[in-house]
């Protein structure tokens, strides 16, 4: 957030800023999906609303996509992958639970746990892992913990837990009770095979989604959750309870956007040929440990024989460059130090010109 500020202080003030820094597509969402919510303003009443296509639609996106049968009725229609992740620990889960997460991972998984009076149990993944958490790491925990927490695609490293590594997971999770929230917001957006969801090996799972990333749709409010039979009603409650429903116009405009896939493959080419120019740059900017960035739009590059304080070197790149990007700290307290994100959701252009700039900048902190 305070590069974010600085980035925008600095763009007020007329310099030429380029936003890496932001986790969020830089395009609107599909033309069809707009003249949607256009029409439907101008004919329908805005309240409270649930779409019961939607639901269906979103259930027959599993049937197509993973050959998972789910009930229209066990998708709760959600603002967004936020409140979703939300319910899914609050209906699964009771206070003082204890759930385990990737470090690094998204700093919401930890801050949420915390909110909920629930325990995070951090587990430390490093390079040999891919950064994510495998079965061999859930399976030495002791005590179990309650539930996992697990991304793939994830933030802030892109990498995706390969299929046999999923099912082991999943394999573990049933032996030793461990429930399974999958957050699947970058389902969609991989380069190196398809995302496999954690419904195919644990339909007892909770499912996180939203139109946020793949659908192009962050400011929609718009998300769902597909909850096991044993906690949909546990799940619904609370949605109606705390959220009430997701807007009206983001629900129309979210269903059309199922059928806007030619437009959405657009921003994937775009994302590829983004993440291509950077990887090729990486050499130039001294950067050789990376992530495998198999996913979403992220680079989790290892900064740590250029700073041991990755936000002042970011604040620092941003300052002399214009280049705004994420420094490791938001996602891992421990070793973020050492770490910055690249986000590559903005258009090829701006890639190359963040190149250009940070080139020569690279070379002169060795
Ligand atoms: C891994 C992950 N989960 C959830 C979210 C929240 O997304 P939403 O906009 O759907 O609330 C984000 C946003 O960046 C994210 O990166």
């Known amino acids: 957030m305070a590069i974010g500020q600085l980035a925008h202080k600095l763009a007020a003030e007329g310099r030429s800023v380029i936003h890496m820094e932001y986790g969020q597509p830089s395009t609107s969402a599909p033309a069809a999906a707009l003249a949607k919510a256009h029409e439907v303003l101008d004919h329908e009443a805005q309240g409270y609303w649930e779409s019961a296509p939607l639901k269906e639609r979103i259930a027959r996106h599993y049937a ?19 409140p979703a992740l939300v319910l899914a620990l609050m209906s699964g889960f009771a206070p003082g639970a204890r759930i385990a997460c990737a470090r690094p991972g998204y700093v919401a998984y930890r801050n949420s746990l915390r909110a909920l009076h629930m325990e995070c149990v951090e587990v430390p993944c490093g390079a040999a892992e891919r950064y994510q958490i495998s079965a061999a790491a859930l399976a030495a925990l002791d005590p179990a913990p309650d539930g996992v927490i697990l991304a793939s695609p994830a933030n802030p490293t892109g990498t995706i837990i390969p299929p046999q590594e999923m099912a082991a997971i999943a394999a573990v999770c049933a032996r030793r009770g461990i429930r399974i929230i999958s957050d699947e917001i970058y389902h969609g957006l991989s380069y190196t095979g398809p995302c ?7 339909p007892d799972a ?7 990333k793949y659908f192009s749709m962050p400011g929609w409010r718009l998300g769902w959750l597909v909850a096991p039979d044993d906690l949909v009603d546990a799940a619904y409650a609370r949605m109606s309870n705390l959220f009430l429903t997701p807007p009206v116009l983001a629900q129309h405009a979210g269903l059309i956007a199922f059928d806007c896939a030619e437009e959405l493959e657009g921003h994937i080419a775009t994302y590829a040929a983004n993440r291509a120019a950077m990887l090729a740059a990486l050499p130039a900017l001294g950067l050789a440990r990376i992530a495998p960035p198999d996913g979403a739009f992220y680079i989790w590059a290892d900064i740590g024989h ?3 304080d990755s936000m002042a070197f970011c604040t620092r790149l941003l300052e002399e460059t214009g280049v705004a990007c994420a420094p490791g700290v938001d996602f891992d307290p421990v070793d973020g130090h050492r770490f910055m994100r690249f986000s590559f959701a903005v258009s090829t252009q701006l890639v190359e010109e963040a ?6 900048w690279f ?4």
């Not at 496999?196 to 644990?202: E, G, I, K, T």
């Not at 909770?206 to 946020?212: E, G, K």
């Open 355 to 360: 190149i250009a700039r940070m080139v020569p």
């Open 306 to 308: 250029l700073t041991n």
């Open 64 to 82: 197509e996509t993973q050959g998972v049968t789910i009930r229209p009725e066990q998708v709760i229609l959600t603002c967004g992958a936020s």
């Open 363 to 366: 070379a002169r902190q060795g």
């Open 196 to 202: 496999v969801s954690a419904l195919v090996h644990a």
């Open 206 to 212: 909770l499912i996180v989604n939203s139109f946020s």
